[in-house]
């Protein structure tokens, strides 16, 4: 695929110069949600190479383990929302109709092409006026194969970006009899992703899990508690006994508009409170809900509810709202 290799050497070309310093875990960070996935395939190799070439500070990794034990970069543990694979491997799926990546070996998953995210009862694409679905040539890719292209860019530009990579579904695989977490964590230290110094967020929805990690498996790395439903934050005390952070919805910093001003729940404060970084998902210029455009969004979150950092589809944006901020 031609156009999609320049693409990948003309924005190499971009990110080599100036070269920058690496950024300390004081300042606003803006973290590429799945690379700049509102320009090209989430969690493919070429969205993460258009994300480092936008300057963030770290890059997202969503990471399952396939039949072989290999930790592969996917928002799911499901197969059928970004590839092809119910036309490669039709007889593969379990009763409930899904694909499951653990059912592949790592061979197998290199064979299907990804593509933008869709309805895999439908066939509509998520995000209409995003990258065409089924166009390009995309594939999937190792946890590893991932760390390597960005070590490697950081080694030819000079940068320090990071990396910021999730357990997904825990209990799911260790049900399948599959320990991810280890898996992930030995990966991290082979790569010399060891401590808080180390450029290495690691985030969990599991709140068991990630205590686990802290705690029984002794990880040094930052970590950073991802929350999904409102009651959770009430246990921001707990959550500061083996967390770094927090991950909130982003409607969970939220409260209410007043004369068309935002008003906030004492989320970010209450964090803050007990030194607990604070990095809400997600910010998409083409999904703004309450919003009427996305610089009121960025203002709203990363100056007047003053969190520490997002997740964002659409990096370059954060990245200049920060600058000129």
């Not at 990110?15 to 690379?35: D, F, L, Q, Y």
């Not at 499951?100 to 290199?110: A, H, P, S």
């Not at 995309?138 to 960005?150: G, N, R, T, V």
Request: proline share 3%.
């Amino acid at each position: 695929m031609k156009s999609i290799s320049l693409f990948l050497v003309v924005f190499s070309l971009i990110s080599c110069k100036p070269k920058v310093k690496s950024e300390k875990m004081n300042t606003k960070i803006v973290i590429a949600h799945r690379g700049a996935s509102g320009y090209l395939p989430e969690h493919t190799m070429e969205a993460k190479a258009m994300a480092y070439a936008m300057n963030v500070n770290f890059i997202e990794q969503d990471l399952v383990l396939s039949k072989d034990d290999v930790p592969i970069v996917i928002h799911d543990i499901y197969l059928d929302d970004v590839t092809d694979v119910a036309t490669k491997f039709a007889n593969r799926k379990r009763n409930d109709n899904r694909y499951y990546v653990i059912d592949f070996t790592y061979d197998e998953l290199q064979t299907l092409k990804v593509t933008e995210r869709f309805n895999p009862k439908t066939g509509e694409q998520f995000y209409p006026n995003r990258f065409p679905k089924g166009k390009g040539n995309f594939k999937l890719h190792s946890f590893a194969e991932e760390i390597e292209l960005i070590q490697g860019l950081n080694k030819s530009t000079g940068k320090n970006i990071g990396i910021y990579p999730e357990i997904k579904e825990p209990k799911f695989h260790q049900k399948e009899g599959k320990n991810l977490t280890e898996i992930v964590l030995k990966t991290l230290y082979d790569y010399g992703y060891k401590t808080k110094k180390d450029n290495c967020i690691l985030q969990c929805f599991d709140t068991k899990e990630l205590e686990r990690i802290r705690k029984d498996l002794k990880s040094e790395l930052f970590l950073v508690q991802l929350i999904e439903f409102e009651e959770e934050a009430k246990n921001l005390q707990h959550f500061a006994t083996y967390a770094d952070g927090i991950g909130p919805w982003y409607k969970q910093i939220l409260d209410k508009k007043v004369d068309g001003e935002w008003k906030f729940t004492t989320l970010v404060s209450d964090a803050h409170q007990f030194n607990l970084k604070v990095h809400p998902y997600t910010l998409r210029a083409d999904q703004l809900d309450d919003f009427t455009i996305f610089e009121e969004m960025m203002e709203t979150f990363l100056i007047a509810a003053n969190v520490d950092g997002v997740f964002t589809d659409f990096p370059d944006l954060v990245v200049n709202f920060l600058k000129e901020k």
